[in-house]
T-cell receptor
Framework: RKEVEQDPGPFNVPEGATVAFNCTYSNSASQSFFWYRQDCRKEPKLLMSVYSSGNEDGRFTAQLNRASQYISLLIRDSKLSDSATYLCVVVRNRDDKIIFGKGTRLHILP | DTEVTQTPKHLVMGMTNKKSLKCEQHMGHRAMYWYKQKAKKPPELMFVYSYEKLSINESVPSRFSPECPNSSLLNLHLHALQPEDSALYLC????????????????FGEGSRLTVL
């Protein structure tokens, strides 16, 4: 089983809709979790951190479920500019190794 | 615009060439990283420098040789590469590696797109 797994998509979602996707991780000792966004042919950029208590930033909500070992990203009122690949990032506890998921491609349709 | 600058943006080289990729940041960050990214794949960590010392080498072949001349600069020297090494090479920096672990703040450059013929 891969250490970090994401549904590659693509998710094709009409503008204005709500979309959610998950990322599962296999190492229960993983310590930190983040969502990054990568536009086509651009560098990845930090979108938000993920905490057990949940984290909201405008239309974006990230949550961590340690018991089931997954993190989620919810995008409300999606915009065309949300079209990108969303990368789940997990930091492993024992060696601080940064592990990127393969990413979920999101297409917002007009 | 990213505050991590990578040059060149594009590089085409033959298998017998020697070339270098350069990365520069002036944010005072003490951790710098090289990643390799192939199309439709996530970035794969190659090397981590922490306080100008190599702290992580992810079993990268010796034809890739990193160098950190000072806290602002990171180079990747390339020699005798293979066509399968063609990829986007991303440099990144963070305040330090522990800070990244706590905050997720990893700043990437725009990358150097390498083609090996």
């Amino acid at each position: 089983r891969k250490e970090v797994e994401q549904d590659p998509g693509p998710f094709n979602v009409p503008e204005g809709a709500t979309v959610a996707f998950n990322c599962t991780y296999s190492n229960s000792a993983s310590q930190s979790f983040f969502w990054y966004r990568q536009d086509c042919r651009k560098e990845p950029k930090l979108l938000m951190s993920v905490y057990s208590s949940g984290n909201e930033d405008g239309r974006f909500t990230a949550q961590l479920n340690r018991a089931s070992q997954y993190i989620s990203l919810l995008i409300r009122d999606s915009k065309l500019s949300d079209s990108a690949t969303y990368l789940c990032v997990v930091v492993r506890n024992r060696d601080d190794k940064i592990i990127f998921g393969k990413g979920t491609r999101l297409h917002i349709l007009p | 615009d990213t505050e991590v600058t990578q040059t060149p943006k594009h590089l085409v080289m033959g298998m017998t060439n020697k070339k270098s990729l350069k990365c520069e940041q002036h944010m005072g960050h003490r951790a710098m990283y090289w990643y390799k990214q192939k199309a439709k794949k996530p970035p794969e960590l190659m090397f981590v420098y922490s306080y100008e010392k190599l702290s992580i080498n992810e079993s990268v072949p010796s034809r890739f040789s990193p160098e950190c001349p000072n806290s602002s600069l990171l180079n990747l020297h390339l020699h005798a590469l293979q066509p399968e090494d063609s990829a986007l090479y991303l440099c990144a920096s963070s305040q330090d590696h522990r800070h990244f672990s706590d905050t997720g703040e990893l700043f990437f450059g725009e990358g150097s797109r390498l083609t090996v013929l």
